[in-house]
């Protein structure tokens, strides 16, 4: 099986502008979750999606919104970018509904906003 | 937050050493993961470690998770160097539904000298 892609996998944006990342999961795997990463605040959760509806949330202004379509993909949002919106966004994927499953991680997308 | 701090944030040791990682955590968890990361790339998971669980191996690691004392420590025997990577301990909270969320603890940042 493919594992966890994730598109594109660098971005440069200005303050201001908006950025669509995506994320496919693993083949047949229908949760996706979204992190962020800094060297400051670590790795934070931003949301999770199962079969298409969001399932939890992080604490992130609603700046960043995402969306699960019908075949799983995930994207995740982010408008009017700000500087602190620097980091590596990773997208990870898990099988189904029990909370004891391992998480399958994406290579990142690493945003720098200038 | 982050919901783990782990110890040491550095450690070196040389090849052929074996290395200890600690995370303690704040609340009551369903299970503890861990999870390597490679130089700013996606995660890798490693072992799971459920809440009712003391002790767990995979290959040359081995987990501990002490519930009482919010605790659990990672061990990788006869280091290689190519277990140079940063090392996260995740954890699923009890009574957050069906959910796959992490919270990720600091990290340990090792190097294994060749």
């Known amino acids: 099986k493919a594992g966890v892609t994730q598109t594109p996998r660098y971005l440069i944006k200005t303050r201001g502008q908006q950025v669509t990342l995506s994320c496919s999961p693993i083949?047949?795997?229908?949760?996706v979750s979204w992190y962020q990463q800094t060297p400051g605040q670590g790795l934070q959760f931003l949301f999770e999606?199962?079969?298409?509806?969001?399932?939890n949330k992080g604490n992130f202004p609603g700046r960043f919104s995402g969306r699960q379509f019908s075949n799983s993909r995930s994207e995740m949002n982010v408008s009017t970018l700000e500087l602190g919106d620097s980091a590596l966004y990773l997208c990870?994927?898990?099988?189904?509904?029990?909370?004891?499953?391992?998480?399958?991680f994406g290579p990142g997308t690493r945003l720098t906003v200038l | 937050s982050q919901q783990g701090e782990e110890d040491p944030q550095a450690l070196s040791i040389q090849e052929g050493e074996n290395a200890t990682m600690n995370c303690s955590y704040k609340?009551?968890?369903?299970?503890l993961q861990w999870y390597r990361q490679n130089s700013g790339r996606g995660l890798v998971h490693l072992i799971l470690?459920?809440?009712?669980?003391r002790e767990k191996h995979s290959g040359r690691l081995r987990v501990t998770l002490d519930t009482s004392k919010k605790s659990s420590s990672l061990l990788i025997t006869a280091s290689r160097a190519a277990d140079t990577a940063s090392y996260f301990c995740?954890?699923?909270?009890?009574?957050?539904?069906?959910?796959?969320?992490?919270?990720f603890g600091t990290g340990t940042l090792l190097a294994v000298q060749p």
């Open positions: 990870a994927s898990s099988p189904g509904t029990r909370t004891t499953n391992e998480q399958f």
């Open positions: 083949s047949g795997h229908r949760s």
């Open positions: 999606y199962f079969s298409e509806t969001q399932r």
């Open positions: 609340t009551s968890i369903n299970n």
């Open positions: 470690i459920r809440s009712n669980e």
């Open positions: 995740a954890t699923v909270l009890v009574g957050g539904g069906a959910t796959n969320k992490l919270i």
